[in-house]
């Protein structure tokens, strides 16, 4: 998928300036939120099937802890930075405020395609990182959950082997675990949930009818074919247009998500779905649709194409797909941008939940937690709704606002500046 070559962390860092303008920040206020408070780079050696032994290198960033322990995901991707793995754990930071979670912000990864690698070699390489960063971990210090290309499997492995390092079962360092290792029910899809919650919210606030009413998903991962479940379970949309990183399909009469994914899980993807017309990865971005979940990578609407956007609603699943310079272009169109760390905030939200619940050992009903994350969802929603009214700015402005202020003041209460 086409991307603006841009560097995900410096996005962050300006984001958060406009933010700080704002709010009037003091200099080293301002200054030591610009920054991760701690970050470690590690290379650690893994034996690979065939014998030989291959080099990894992974990072974790601890960019907050003012609010609490840190949380964020563990990234496996072949394209993985330190600038990728810090600008997600800024934005983990600002999410966990916005949100009013009683954490701070990480993120960690690793620099690997796992398509490549066999299930022992996966095992290996999610052992080999644990060992090599686990000083930084524990359940009220820092805890990973999964995230692009890891799974609740990795996680599970992850979690024996710190309980292995530490001696004693820690079922609470790890969040996004399966269900009978102490995950929590409504895990798998609460990112798109959480997104979903939001976009009912704004078509409430827009006057917009969403039943029949069309939207595309760009990125058919976890997050992008929840979102097309969801949003025609709950809402009553009709998904015209899905892709990945292969590339598109689209239907005006609507895209069958069982027949789709039924197609990707055989084919590995959902090019030459037989029910639709093959389009380009981006082409979803630009469809005359109502409601358009980006939910694959950062960077893919920019000041090259915003004004090519005709979607009535945009709700960001996917960490950063939108530029600052596309933000301000959305809001002069006029289209309602549901920003990402308040709209994929229901991973994390649900994860939070998880670890409660692997503190006290007992586990709450599916139904227990759909409830308590759309009371969250809608409750941050209208906070950064109200925000975006009151201040006159674009939304991904106003949940700045809200989640900055939040940690401003936990930093300044702890007498840190």
């Known amino acids: 998928m086409a991307t603006e070559k841009a560097n995900p962390f410096s996005i962050a860092q300006r984001q958060l300036d406009e933010a700080a303008a704002l709010l009037a920040l003091q200099p080293a206020l301002h200054a030591l939120l610009r920054e991760p408070v701690r970050e470690l780079t590690v290379n650690f050696p893994v034996k690979m099937d065939d014998g030989s032994v291959k080099i990894f290198k992974g990072y974790r960033v601890q960019y907050n802890d003012a609010r609490g322990p840190t949380k964020g995901g563990l990234r496996f991707h072949p394209d993985e930075t330190i600038d990728t ?133 760009q990125g058919f991962g976890n997050a992008g074919r929840f979102a097309h479940r969801l949003g025609a379970e709950l809402l009553g949309l009709k998904v015209v247009a899905v892709s990945d990183s292969k590339g598109g399909i689209y239907n005006e009469d609507g895209l069958d998500v069982e027949a789709v994914q039924d197609h990707k899980r055989k084919t590995g993807s959902v090019v030459n779905f037989p029910e639709a017309d093959n389009i380009s990865s981006d082409a979803p971005l630009f469809l005359d649709v109502e409601v358009l979940f980006p939910a694959a990578l950062e960077n893919v609407i920019s000041a090259r194409n915003a004004e090519n956007v005709k979607a009535n609603i945009v709700a960001e699943l996917a960490n950063g797909p939108t530029t600052p310079e596309a933000d301000h272009i959305l809001y002069e169109k006029g289209i309602y941008v549901i920003p990402d760390f308040l709209c994929n905030a229901g991973g994390v939200t649900v994860s939070y939940f998880e670890l409660v619940q692997n503190a006290y050992n007992y586990y709450w009903p599916l139904e227990m937690v759909y409830e308590r994350l759309d009371n969250r969802m809608t409750a941050a929603f209208h906070t950064v709704h109200n925000m975006a009214v009151q201040r006159n700015v674009h939304n991904r402005l106003a949940a700045y606002l809200v989640a900055v202020a939040k940690v401003a003041e936990a930093v300044s209460l702890r007498g840190w500046v």
């Open 85 to 217: 793995v810090r600008a997600l754990a800024a934005w983990m930071t600002w999410k966990c405020a916005v949100l009013d979670l009683p954490l701070g912000g990480a993120k960690g990864g690793v620099t690997c395609n796992p398509k490549s690698l066999s299930p022992f070699e996966l095992e290996r390489v999610a052992r080999g990182y644990i060992r090599a960063v686990y000083r930084m971990l524990g359940e009220e210090t820092d805890i990973p959950a999964p995230d692009v290309y890891t799974t609740p499997q990795v996680m599970a492995w992850m979690m024996d082997e710190y309980s292995v390092l530490r001696g004693h079962n820690v079922p609470g360092v790890i969040t996004g675990k399966p269900l009978p290792l102490g995950g929590s029910a409504g895990r798998e899809d609460a990112t798109a949930r959480g997104g979903v919650c939001c976009v009912r919210e704004a078509a409430n606030i827009l006057g917009l009818n969403l039943k029949g009413a069309t939207a595309a998903v």
